[in-house]
């Protein structure tokens, strides 16, 4: 079996959830018999899973150390912002097979394990080559089954139509109101597609500043949230996992920095060409930037350049 340890609570964590169920998905399809270990709030936890899944606390180590014992377990992944070091030495000092899924090089892990950065970011950071065999790259993403599927991409259109705004699964800084004011403003005819987190706070704030053509979607399965992005013609999106579904989808984007674990990812976009901004709670000057990116991706020219960079990157298929 091969056990993979994460976390859902509602200050962090849900990101990891959504791209732990897609390495599921993906090693289950390989053959491989898969079962999800969750530290959880209660957060996200009310989703079908299509394998197993074990709530406890393991980064308790007496709860850790009883689980692996009792477990046949091959391989252990972990994707973490929590765990400490301790953790993750008494799993590979147990199974001598540890992947753990890295965003910042956030601490220095078992020697002889591997490092799994799953997108641009680790190619800037100072990994320890001789220590750990390191895994980074576009290639490593790790994308739910709908959008490693084959689908047919809609045309770019010549205006923007329909707007979506995804700030991840808690918005702690409060931005989608503050995205939803500008749009409601500047775009009152056209589409407000608003993804609520399971964690967010501020529906009703939310809700007040829409008008009628903003939609609000809970709850989101994997299939729709992928239909859903090829519906709409931009996206503002946190710099999280939602960027490389996004780019799969083939929706240019302005690219949000909601927190600093975020800043390998939105520099590799940024190099291909994405606008990016500073979500920050000082950022003043943040709706003003967020209009000078709309601005700019109003021009059609200026949307398909940035598709034609996610194909050369080989971030979307290519049409048979």
């Known amino acids: 079996m091969i056990a993979i340890f994460t976390e859902s609570l509602s200050s962090t964590g849900l990101g990891h959830l959504g791209r732990c169920t897609a390495l599921a998905e993906i090693l289950i399809e390989s053959g491989q018999k898969v079962e999800l270990i969750l530290h959880s709030d209660g957060t996200g936890t009310d989703k079908v899973f299509d394998f197993p899944v074990e ?3 393991w980064k308790n180590s007496d709860l850790l150390s009883g689980f692996l ?18 953790t993750y030495e008494i799993i590979y000092q147990k199974l001598k097979k540890l992947i753990s899924i890295d965003d910042t090089n956030r601490i220095s892990y078992p020697a002889g394990s591997t490092i799994l950065n799953p997108g641009f970011g680790g190619q800037y950071l100072s990994y320890d080559t001789k220590r750990n ?6 290639e490593y993403v790790l994308l ?20 979506l705004i995804t700030m991840g699964g808690s918005d702690l800084l409060n931005l989608t109101p503050k995205i939803l004011e500008i749009l409601v403003k ?9 993804v609520v987190g399971p964690a967010f706070h501020n529906i009703d704030t939310i809700k007040s500043i829409s008008d009628e053509k903003t939609v609000l979607h809970q709850g989101l399965s994997a299939e729709s949230m992928r239909d859903l992005m090829l519906s709409v013609d931009l996206a503002i999106t946190a710099g999280g996992q939602t960027t490389y579904e996004l780019a799969r989808c083939g929706v240019p984007m302005i690219i949000i920095k909601t927190i600093d674990n975020q800043e390998g990812n939105v520099r590799g976009f940024n190099e291909l060409g994405m606008p990016i901004i500073s979500g920050y709670k000082n950022n003043f000057k943040f709706p003003d930037q967020l209009s000078e990116k709309l601005t700019g991706l109003e021009l059609y020219e200026q949307r398909k350049i940035q598709r034609d960079r996610f194909l050369k990157e080989g971030l979307i298929f290519k049409s048979d």
């Open 133 to 138: 065999l390191i895994l980074t790259g576009a």
């Open 186 to 194: 500047r775009y009152p005819d056209k589409s407000k597609e608003i």
């Open 55 to 57: 709530i406890i606390d």
């Open 69 to 86: 014992d009792k477990n046949e377990i091959q391989l252990a992944v972990v994707d973490s912002y929590l765990a400490e070091k301790n």
């Open 144 to 163: 739910r089954k709908p959008f490693r599927e084959k689908f047919a991409l809609p045309e770019i259109k010549p205006e923007i139509e329909s707007v």
